[in-house]
């Protein structure tokens, strides 16, 4: 339950800060989160990349959908991945998920007891 | 806290973002986490395929209410209430589709691209600069300011692009600034005439070889020149219709005592060469037809500008409306008005003169410092311009660049010019010192009749440009418009002295003595970057000529009547080879089929029985233009190669003109490599046996046929960098020399054909798509369209058809 409130606050926060600030806001996202909210550090890290691997991955299909794929296909093309706009979207959602796992993870160390983990 | 762990994800996380925050290289210029981003990176440019572009906009610079109706296509048809209102919509509207284009083509016209591209571009930059681009524009730029009219019309075309780039933002941005990780600049009225510099430079400064030729010089007599490079060819069908008598020069350009040995006999060779040329192919086609050989007894125009094909396309098609009236056509991104077009009352095309306005003088500098020179029997100081190129990961270059009376030293010690110490090789263009050239379509997108016509193009000073006309009156005109030299006989051929002010130029022609025609009796006029009068125009004219096209446009318009529009699309897209249908016979006539090998045996037959189309699946016109072309390099090559420079052989139909007069082709047949005496007979049939050899390779890979052998491909701006923005493997054929002018990436950049009928009747269409975004269905949706040669129907919208069923969008401006 934890887990899922955890996703949804980081998947709302982001969206909306998307839209203002620059994109690495993702890990500021994540990390606020994870301070917030404690969990154990695989359930932090895998919290902050679920929510941004699915915010963006679903962003960009979205958008890919409304586009027919043209962008995506010469992207695609261009940075050597042939085209293939979902595997485009799925990449950008790792890089999501994976700067604001990462982010979280910290935060989750930063809250940690060293007492608590040694047990 | 455990403080390792966090240390090294802290560590890990802000790494990873700082990465992803910065270009990767040139592989990956972008920064990747920025630019996958969905929010603000590349993502945000994929367009919804059902985007709306209506609007309500509002801005302080506004006068009054403008609106701005959409079609189908994208085409802006803008109705506003005054001339700046008008003028500050088309900036908005051209950076909002095409700010990329017009932000690099001017940066790129100043010499700036190694901000941009780092220090490859260095060499570029130093050219452009070099050649006084900036210089050229700062010169017009006052004639642009000192006019009240048309400062209010820059001023407010500059606000309308500038008002469009204060609403972006990050994820807004277009798409090639978010891959090249730059940001677009305010623009300025300077930008607007450095725009108009880089068309000039592209029409009017490849037209001369004055370099090439003073190298040839140390090898060739003038005499021998003339003939490898003749100014007025045998076939030559011009302009101005022969046996127009022509009006006595008032003046006539005395040529420099001394000459005779100073300039033809001691001509210093050169080692400076222009890197960056303009294409040679930079041309067009334009043709009028008068109402007594029309079907519907009134005028038909016709124009297709053959330009380097991109995406986006260098054009964008819009109707610009007021109450005093109203035209529509092609406007050039970066710079105000309908560049080619019609109105209610007229339509105008234009075509490249062709015109050598640009000489190199010699200059002779006190000394290293090259801040004095040698003129006029004393020292006089050169006035230095010190130009900073900032260059993208590296230190400011920094290049001092002597002027002098004649213009800026292009070539010295520093670029280019090896062979002297304290010489330099000053440049004088025609496009230094121009007055606001834009004034002409101002006039132009307003005449009701000729005499505006006549009015409005006298404005225009570089590049020359052939401005055809017709009206609803029934007036068919053709005039070559331009400021141009006059020379003395073989004035600018090489280098000239530049230590005194007696090989400058004299004067310019009479603007009136412009090579024009009106209302000829045989019903049409055309022009095709031939050489616009036959020998018996009192002026010495050089150019870059390309004969062939309009000899073929001749060729059918004589011939026909009762002409539709349907008649001059079919005419604009059609593959006739004139140039072989002269040279096949003589190619068939000297080739010995004894020494022919079986594959070339092959390909003599293919030859023989080709229809001399240029049609995309011919494999005759694939054989015979590898033939021509091998056949030029063994005639001329031996000879001209030992100018040890980079020249240009002479044309196709030199040697077709020379060969039907003599068979030794004034002995350069001969390979002078050999100890042997090389006929014609061999050098044709040793010519067909090395096509041979290339056509059964191409055969075999399914790629003989023309279109496939030249794979037509329109690139996006940025070439190489962003091959998947473009479309490659059209299937088109022609050649430059075709009325279909299409080469690899080279051809009718916009095909016209209007109609001054009641309503007027026009179509068009060019190989791009109105948007510049890659992510949007219009940025190539008309390339399928022009490559099979068919057009829009194009509408001059009249106001009270707001509710049409064409219009699709509507974005309104109001004052805020």
């Given at each position: 339950m934890k887990f899922f409130i955890t996703v949804i606050a980081i998947v709302l926060l982001s969206y909306v800060c998307g839209s203002y600030f620059p994109w690495w806001m993702i890990a500021v996202v994540g990390f606020v989160i994870a301070l917030l909210i404690p969990q154990r550090a695989a359930a932090a890290f895998w919290s902050g990349f679920v929510a941004v691997f699915l915010l963006w991955l679903v962003l960009a299909l979205r958008i890919n959908a409304a586009n027919d794929g043209i962008l995506a296909g010469r992207i695609g093309l261009l940075l050597g991945i042939e085209k293939s706009p979902v595997l485009l979207a799925v990449i950008t959602g790792l890089i999501g998920g994976l700067v604001t796992g990462l982010a979280a993870l910290s935060a989750c160390y930063l809250r940690q007891p060293k007492a608590r983990l040694i047990k | 806290m455990r403080v390792i762990p966090f240390l090294v994800t802290a560590a890990a996380t802000i790494l990873l973002v700082f990465l992803l925050n910065r270009p990767l290289g040139d592989k990956v210029p972008m920064p990747v986490g920025k630019f996958l981003s969905p929010q603000t990176g590349f993502w945000q440019n994929a367009e919804d395929t059902a985007a709306s572009f209506n609007g309500m906009l509002s801005f302080p610079e506004l006068k009054g209410r403008a609106e701005v109706y959409f079609d189908e296509r994208l085409v802006p048809h803008v109705f506003a209430e005054n001339d700046e209102d008008l003028y500050f919509v088309q900036g908005y509207l051209h950076a909002k589709f095409r700010l990329f284009q017009m932000d690099l083509q001017t940066r790129a016209a100043e010499g700036r691209v190694s901000e941009i591209a780092g220090p490859k571009a260095i060499g570029y930059d130093r050219e452009q600069r070099r050649l006084g681009m900036k210089f050229a524009a700062e010169y017009s730029l006052q004639a642009m300011e000192k006019d009240a009219r048309a400062r209010a019309v820059y001023a407010a075309y500059t606000a309308g692009i500038n008002a469009y780039i204060h609403t972006l933002t990050q994820s807004s941005l277009p798409l090639e600034y978010k891959i090249l990780n730059f940001e677009p600049e305010e623009w300025t009225n300077l930008r607007t005439a450095l725009l108009l510099k880089m068309m000039a430079k592209m029409l009017a400064s490849g037209t001369e070889k004055d370099l090439a030729t003073t190298r040839l010089h140390q090898l060739f007599s003038t005499t021998q020149l003339n003939a490898l490079y003749p100014q007025v060819p045998d076939s030559l069908k011009p302009?101005?219709?022969?046996g127009t008598a022509f009006v006595k020069p008032g003046f006539t350009a005395k040529i420099p005592a001394g000459a005779a040995a100073a300039y033809f006999r001691d001509t210093p060779p050169v080692t400076a060469f222009e890197q960056y040329t303009p294409d040679r192919d930079n041309g067009s086609n334009n043709w009028v037809v008068a109402g007594n050989k029309t079907v519907n007894k009134v005028p038909i125009l016709a124009n297709d500008p053959h330009l380097e094909l991109s995406l986006p396309s260098i054009w964008y098609e819009m109707q610009l409306s007021t109450p005093q009236g109203k035209t529509y056509g092609a406007t050039l991104p970066g710079s105000p008005y309908v560049i080619i077009g019609f109105n209610d009352s007229i339509a105008w095309g234009v075509t490249n003169a062709q015109r050598d306005v640009k000489d190199y003088y010699s200059i002779r500098f006190k000394d290293r410092q090259r801040s004095e020179y040698w003129f006029n029997n004393q020292w006089k100081p050169a006035q230095l311009r010190i130009e900073t190129i900032k260059v993208k990961g590296a230190p400011v270059v920094y290049d001092t660049v002597s002027y002098t009376v004649f213009g800026p030293v292009m070539y010295d010690e520093s670029f280019r010019d090896t062979l002297t110490k304290n010489n330099g090789l000053a440049v004088k263009w025609a496009a230094h010192h121009t007055g606001d050239d834009g004034n002409t379509f101002y006039l132009l997108n307003r005449a009701k009749n000729y005499d505006d016509y006549v009015t409005a193009i006298r404005f225009f000073e570089c590049p020359g440009q052939n401005f055809a006309f017709a009206s609803k009156a029934g007036t068919i005109a053709l005039w070559q418009q331009g400021k141009f030299p006059n020379r003395w006989e073989n004035q600018g051929m090489y280098v000239m002295p530049g230590t005194d002010s007696s090989y400058d130029w004299q004067a310019f022609i009479p603007q009136a003595e412009n090579p024009h025609a009106v209302n000829p009796d045989r019903g049409y006029l055309f022009s095709a970057n031939q050489r616009p009068a036959d020998a018996s125009y009192p002026y010495y004219i050089p150019g870059a000529y390309i004969n062939p096209r309009a000899s073929a446009i001749d060729h059918y318009l004589s011939s026909m009547n009762n002409i539709t529009t349907q008649n001059m699309m079919e005419l604009q897209n059609n593959y006739f080879n004139i140039m072989a249908s002269d040279m096949v016979p003589l190619l068939l006539k000297y080739t010995d089929e004894t020494g022919l090998s079986a594959p070339a045996r092959k390909c003599f037959e293919q030859v023989k029985s080709w229809n001399r189309f240029a049609g995309p699946e011919s494999v005759g016109q694939t054989i015979y233009q590898v033939w021509m072309d091998s056949l030029s390099v063994n005639i001329w090559g031996d000879e001209l190669v030992r100018a040890g420079f980079k020249v240009e052989l002479p044309a196709e139909q030199t040697l077709m003109e020379l060969l039907k007069k003599d068979s030794t082709v004034m002995g350069y047949v001969d390979d002078i490599r050999t100890p042997g005496k090389e006929t014609i007979r061999m050098q044709v049939t040793d010519a067909l046996n090395k096509t041979a050899n290339l056509i059964t390779q191409l055969e075999k890979e399914e790629k003989a046929g023309w279109a496939k052998f030249k794979d037509v491909s329109v690139y996006h701006l940025l070439k190489e960098a962003l091959l998947p923005f473009a479309h490659t493997g059209l299937n088109v054929g022609g050649w430059g020399?075709?009325?279909?002018?299409?080469?690899k990436s080279h051809g009718p950049s916009w095909r016209m054909v209007v109609q001054l009928s009641t309503p007027t009747e026009a179509y068009g269409v060019y190989p791009g798509g109105q948007s510049g975004n890659p992510g949007s269905r219009f940025y190539d949706n008309a390339i399928d369209t022009w490559a099979s040669g068919k057009y829009y129907q194009l509408w001059l919208m009249n106001s009270g058809e707001e509710a049409d069923a064409r219009v699709k969008w509507k974005m309104s401006f109001a004052q805020k």
């Amino acid at each position: 339950m934890k887990f899922f409130i955890t996703v949804i606050a980081i998947v709302l926060l982001s969206y909306v800060c998307g839209s203002y600030f620059p994109w690495w806001m993702i890990a500021v996202v994540g990390f606020v989160i994870a301070l917030l909210i404690p969990q154990r550090a695989a359930a932090a890290f895998w919290s902050g990349f679920v929510a941004v691997f699915l915010l963006w991955l679903v962003l960009a299909l979205r958008i890919n959908a409304a586009n027919d794929g043209i962008l995506a296909g010469r992207i695609g093309l261009l940075l050597g991945i042939e085209k293939s706009p979902v595997l485009l979207a799925v990449i950008t959602g790792l890089i999501g998920g994976l700067v604001t796992g990462l982010a979280a993870l910290s935060a989750c160390y930063l809250r940690q007891p060293k007492a608590r983990l040694i047990k | 806290m455990r403080v390792i762990p966090f240390l090294v994800t802290a560590a890990a996380t802000i790494l990873l973002v700082f990465l992803l925050n910065r270009p990767l290289g040139d592989k990956v210029p972008m920064p990747v986490g920025k630019f996958l981003s969905p929010q603000t990176g590349f993502w945000q440019n994929a367009e919804d395929t059902a985007a709306s572009f209506n609007g309500m906009l509002s801005f302080p610079e506004l006068k009054g209410r403008a609106e701005v109706y959409f079609d189908e296509r994208l085409v802006p048809h803008v109705f506003a209430e005054n001339d700046e209102d008008l003028y500050f919509v088309q900036g908005y509207l051209h950076a909002k589709f095409r700010l990329f284009q017009m932000d690099l083509q001017t940066r790129a016209a100043e010499g700036r691209v190694s901000e941009i591209a780092g220090p490859k571009a260095i060499g570029y930059d130093r050219e452009q600069r070099r050649l006084g681009m900036k210089f050229a524009a700062e010169y017009s730029l006052q004639a642009m300011e000192k006019d009240a009219r048309a400062r209010a019309v820059y001023a407010a075309y500059t606000a309308g692009i500038n008002a469009y780039i204060h609403t972006l933002t990050q994820s807004s941005l277009p798409l090639e600034y978010k891959i090249l990780n730059f940001e677009p600049e305010e623009w300025t009225n300077l930008r607007t005439a450095l725009l108009l510099k880089m068309m000039a430079k592209m029409l009017a400064s490849g037209t001369e070889k004055d370099l090439a030729t003073t190298r040839l010089h140390q090898l060739f007599s003038t005499t021998q020149l003339n003939a490898l490079y003749p100014q007025v060819p045998d076939s030559l069908k011009p302009i101005v219709p022969p046996g127009t008598a022509f009006v006595k020069p008032g003046f006539t350009a005395k040529i420099p005592a001394g000459a005779a040995a100073a300039y033809f006999r001691d001509t210093p060779p050169v080692t400076a060469f222009e890197q960056y040329t303009p294409d040679r192919d930079n041309g067009s086609n334009n043709w009028v037809v008068a109402g007594n050989k029309t079907v519907n007894k009134v005028p038909i125009l016709a124009n297709d500008p053959h330009l380097e094909l991109s995406l986006p396309s260098i054009w964008y098609e819009m109707q610009l409306s007021t109450p005093q009236g109203k035209t529509y056509g092609a406007t050039l991104p970066g710079s105000p008005y309908v560049i080619i077009g019609f109105n209610d009352s007229i339509a105008w095309g234009v075509t490249n003169a062709q015109r050598d306005v640009k000489d190199y003088y010699s200059i002779r500098f006190k000394d290293r410092q090259r801040s004095e020179y040698w003129f006029n029997n004393q020292w006089k100081p050169a006035q230095l311009r010190i130009e900073t190129i900032k260059v993208k990961g590296a230190p400011v270059v920094y290049d001092t660049v002597s002027y002098t009376v004649f213009g800026p030293v292009m070539y010295d010690e520093s670029f280019r010019d090896t062979l002297t110490k304290n010489n330099g090789l000053a440049v004088k263009w025609a496009a230094h010192h121009t007055g606001d050239d834009g004034n002409t379509f101002y006039l132009l997108n307003r005449a009701k009749n000729y005499d505006d016509y006549v009015t409005a193009i006298r404005f225009f000073e570089c590049p020359g440009q052939n401005f055809a006309f017709a009206s609803k009156a029934g007036t068919i005109a053709l005039w070559q418009q331009g400021k141009f030299p006059n020379r003395w006989e073989n004035q600018g051929m090489y280098v000239m002295p530049g230590t005194d002010s007696s090989y400058d130029w004299q004067a310019f022609i009479p603007q009136a003595e412009n090579p024009h025609a009106v209302n000829p009796d045989r019903g049409y006029l055309f022009s095709a970057n031939q050489r616009p009068a036959d020998a018996s125009y009192p002026y010495y004219i050089p150019g870059a000529y390309i004969n062939p096209r309009a000899s073929a446009i001749d060729h059918y318009l004589s011939s026909m009547n009762n002409i539709t529009t349907q008649n001059m699309m079919e005419l604009q897209n059609n593959y006739f080879n004139i140039m072989a249908s002269d040279m096949v016979p003589l190619l068939l006539k000297y080739t010995d089929e004894t020494g022919l090998s079986a594959p070339a045996r092959k390909c003599f037959e293919q030859v023989k029985s080709w229809n001399r189309f240029a049609g995309p699946e011919s494999v005759g016109q694939t054989i015979y233009q590898v033939w021509m072309d091998s056949l030029s390099v063994n005639i001329w090559g031996d000879e001209l190669v030992r100018a040890g420079f980079k020249v240009e052989l002479p044309a196709e139909q030199t040697l077709m003109e020379l060969l039907k007069k003599d068979s030794t082709v004034m002995g350069y047949v001969d390979d002078i490599r050999t100890p042997g005496k090389e006929t014609i007979r061999m050098q044709v049939t040793d010519a067909l046996n090395k096509t041979a050899n290339l056509i059964t390779q191409l055969e075999k890979e399914e790629k003989a046929g023309w279109a496939k052998f030249k794979d037509v491909s329109v690139y996006h701006l940025l070439k190489e960098a962003l091959l998947p923005f473009a479309h490659t493997g059209l299937n088109v054929g022609g050649w430059g020399n075709i009325i279909n002018a299409v080469k690899k990436s080279h051809g009718p950049s916009w095909r016209m054909v209007v109609q001054l009928s009641t309503p007027t009747e026009a179509y068009g269409v060019y190989p791009g798509g109105q948007s510049g975004n890659p992510g949007s269905r219009f940025y190539d949706n008309a390339i399928d369209t022009w490559a099979s040669g068919k057009y829009y129907q194009l509408w001059l919208m009249n106001s009270g058809e707001e509710a049409d069923a064409r219009v699709k969008w509507k974005m309104s401006f109001a004052q805020k």
